[in-house]
């Protein structure tokens, strides 16, 4: 008989192993993408949604496909007509750098974006005035290696460029008033940004294209705008109304309720890998209770420990390995991530370490009324 049950055994034996092993792998995967996407989702919603982002809707003048709407003067003001609209806030995008040649004078370059209201980036130093004025900037405490905490309440002289050409330009010297300074972990925009009133926005966009603010704001018009809406109600129809118009439209919630690439996948991604656990872990079951032996020394009591170690401790892996990355989810969303953004909702904790051992339990019963049916197999010595 052992001449021939022996080797099955062993077959037998060895696969297990080797799925429990894979069972084991699957829960780590399984634990780290419900952290990832934890901690993208509640770091976007708390630096967003928190901002006013739930009654907000982008507006972009790019979008591959299909042609959409110009962000100009009378696109915009068309927008502006629509019911439940309370205000637009058109963003040009530009540089400012470096505007003294004295040694002594700090050396930067930074990008120019618009101040919208409802940004609440974490103030160093200062205070932003509501609305921001024409040539006010907002710089981050520090940038481009300088330690911008010194120049609020201060003149800031900085350079931008007036195109004199097709592709030629000339530097232009002008003075900002610094109001504020805001911690630079704060990266809506990315790195290296100051934010200024849209009319000094559109000067700085206007003068690099070679033409008057007025003429610019008419014809080229802004890259990208934000629409407030009165309330969060209307932001659905609102943001399918101006569709309709032809602008590339999305509310900001949106953004949050489905993160891009990576950080998009992760969450469908532990959803499927806890299915695959509970196949995984019947298809191990069933195998240990190949023969009546499995089903009566393996079945209960060796699911359970088996069950609960490999959750725990595939949890515990996975939920502590994706702090590992911490740092590269912060740099792929710009902003800053907590510890506490990492950790995954209870509910889905409790899914990934429970997992296993349910999917084991529902394994031994099904092998194990396999088993049992079974007729057994004669010894060799008997066919004989």
């Known amino acids: 008989m052992w ?89 040009h995008i ?78 232009e010297q002008t003075t900002f008033e610094v109001v504020a300074t805001y911690d630079p972990d704060w990266q809506l925009d990315g790195p290296d940004v100051a934010y200024a009133a849209p009319e000094t926005t559109a000067m700085l966009a206007a003068a690099k294209a070679g033409m008057p603010p007025e003429r610019y704001r008419s014809t080229t018009g802004a890259t990208s705008a934000v629409v407030s809406v009165a309330e969060e109600q209307y932001v659905s129809a609102v943001a399918e109304r101006l569709q309709r118009m032809g602008f590339s439209a999305s509310p900001v919630a949106d953004r949050v309720r ?44 060796e699911v359970i420990r088996t069950g609960l170690l490999t959750g725990v401790l595939g949890s ?5 390995g994706a702090l590992l990355l911490r740092g590269p989810l912060e740099q792929l969303l710009g902003l800053k991530v907590s510890l506490t953004d990492m950790l995954p909702h209870p509910l889905w904790a409790v899914a990934v370490v429970l997992t296993p051992l349910i999917g084991l339990v529902l394994g031994a019963l099904f092998g194990g009324r396999f088993a049992v049916r079974r007729a057994p197999r004669p010894p060799a010595a008997g066919q004989a």
């Open 258 to 301: 489905n993160l891009p690439g990576v950080l998009g996948a992760a969450e469908p991604g532990c959803q499927l890998g806890i299915l695959v656990l509970v196949v995984l872990a019947v298809a191990v079951l069933v195998g240990l209770s190949n023969t009546r032996s499995s089903v009566h020394n393996r079945l209960f009591g």
């Open 94 to 171: 530009s540089t400012i750098y470096t505007g003294n040649s004295d040694p002594d004078a700090p050396t930067f370059d930074l990008t120019t974006h618009s101040w919208w209201p409802a940004a609440r980036p974490s103030i160093v130093r200062g205070e932003i005035p509501q609305p921001l004025e024409p040539g006010q900037l907002v710089l981050p405490s520090r940038g481009s290696g300088v330690d911008f905490n010194r120049y609020v309440g201060e003149e800031l002289l900085a350079a931008y460029t007036r195109a004199t050409g097709e592709r030629s330009g000339t530097p």
């Open 3 to 91: 001449r021939w049950a022996g080797p099955e055994r062993q077959r037998s034996n060895s696969s297990s192993r080797r799925a429990l092993v894979l069972l084991a792998i699957l829960t780590v995967l399984a634990g780290a993408s419900a952290s990832v996407s934890s901690g993208a989702r509640s770091t976007i919603e708390r630096e967003v949604l928190s901002s006013g982002g739930s009654t907000r809707i982008e507006l972009s003048s790019i979008e591959t496909g299909h042609s959409v709407r110009e962000l100009n003067t009378e696109n915009l003001d068309e927008a502006r007509g629509l019911e439940h609209v309370a205000k637009i806030v058109p963003d």
């Open 316 to 320: 515990v892996v996975g939920f502590s």
